[in-house]
């Protein structure tokens, strides 16, 4: 087991290093399990979801295919039937009390952010595949307007969010498909506790926005071929105080098991969610001004500008540099030689680690 620390020149060296297993604190996760934690008081200025009716099965994730052989590749992931398609943003729960989870399975790319106390969330982006059935969905956070400028006014599906940023959140790039927006395809799973029970049915969510941007490029190159070199490499896995998440090569497969909080995840279609691409980008973090009733801070996290990052694929790691110069361009990840670093066809994970963390490698 080892880790990576950033070194003079921006890339991480590794050095042994054991790593204690992720728990928290002991009311924080009573607080995630129960809903009471940092999203009761976000939450607090969206209404309650339609009445509670049960999910159906999301459809499958599309077979990945080579950027050669298809004309109408996604910007997001390379798949086939993305290009030029209206695109939908969702902010998803990743604790235990949230899985399985429905139609992750079908995005094209998905980012891991930390919130409070430790614990993080997802936003997942579809495109290629809309799904019938996407959830649990929760609430927006301030660095969510960062992350999601490049891809322009497209829908983001939440569920709710702290009343003070609510006004930041109506100047944002994209459209608010919110709960508060539009009771229109949102719905509450009887089958899962609240509040890891908020759904949407994402073709009504798109009924409603029909006027969401299309697919647009964000600074990511794909190839079917993978660059030279490259170290070969197992596991990675992004630590937080209350919160972690892994990816193990699969070579049968030929993509990464997505491991969340020690346990290979789960999905409402079968299996678990599974990456193509797994980039472990570091960013600066500090104190947003918001957080939550129990004294929990937001961070903010600091996507524009330049870092490094690793890049996982075909079961090998490379060091890059990632670069985005302002709020409206994409995130470019380049080789030491300045090239582009081509990510694998298919669902990408972009993980935004903390620079004062390391991931675990095995």
């Known amino acids: ?3 990576y620390r950033r070194g003079m020149r921006g890339v991480w060296s590794h050095r042994p290093h054991i790593v204690a297993a992720v728990g928290g604190v002991a009311l924080v996760l009573a607080l995630a399990a129960c809903g009471g934690g940092e999203d009761s008081a976000d939450e607090a200025t969206s209404s309650s979801a339609s009445p509670s009716v049960s999910a159906s099965t999301a459809s499958p994730s599309p077979s990945s295919t080579t950027p050669e052989n298809i004309t109408d590749a996604s910007p997001f992931s390379g798949r086939s039937g993305g290009a ?3 695109v939908l943003a969702v ?7 949230a899985q399985p989870h429905a139609g992750l399975q079908a995005a094209d790319l998905v980012y891991v952010e930390e919130v409070e106390w430790g614990l993080t969330r997802l936003i997942a982006v579809f495109s290629s595949e809309i799904p019938d059935v996407v959830g649990p969905v929760r609430s927006a956070r301030v660095s969510d307007i960062d992350i999601l400028a490049p891809f322009g006014g497209i829908a983001f599906a939440y569920s709710g ?8 959140l109506a100047q944002a790039a994209f459209l608010d498909a919110s709960a508060n927006a539009s009771y229109a395809g949102w719905f509450n799973d009887a089958a899962r506790p609240s509040p890891v029970d908020h759904m949407i049915r994402a073709n009504d969510v798109l009924g409603v926005f029909d006027e969401a941007a299309l697919a647009r490029d964000i600074g990511l190159e794909f190839s079917a071929e993978p660059p030279a070199g490259g170290e070969p490499v197992q596991e990675i896995t992004a630590t937080w105080p209350s919160s972690s998440v892994g990816f193990r090569w699969d070579p049968e497969v030929g993509n990464y098991v997505v491991v969340i909080d020690g346990s290979d995840s789960r999905s409402s279609e079968g299996g678990p969610q599974r990456a193509a691409t797994v980039v472990i980008q570091s960013v600066e973090q500090s104190d947003s001004g918001y957080g939550d009733k129990f004294g929990g801070v937001t961070p903010f996290i600091e996507t524009v500008g330049s870092g490094s990052a690793v890049v996982l694929r075909d079961g090998r790691m490379w060091p890059v540099t990632w670069e985005r110069p302002s709020l409206s361009e994409g995130t470019r990840f380049l080789l030491p030689d300045g090239s582009p670093m081509p990510f694998a066809v298919g669902q990408e994970w972009i993980v935004l680690l903390d620079s004062d963390r390391e991931p675990v490698l095995r």
Do not use: E
């Open 1 to 3: 087991m080892r880790t």
């Open 161 to 168: 969010a702290q009343s003070k940023l609510l006004p930041s």
């Open 84 to 86: 030029d398609q209206p």
């Open 91 to 97: 902010k998803i729960d990743n604790t235990g009390a």
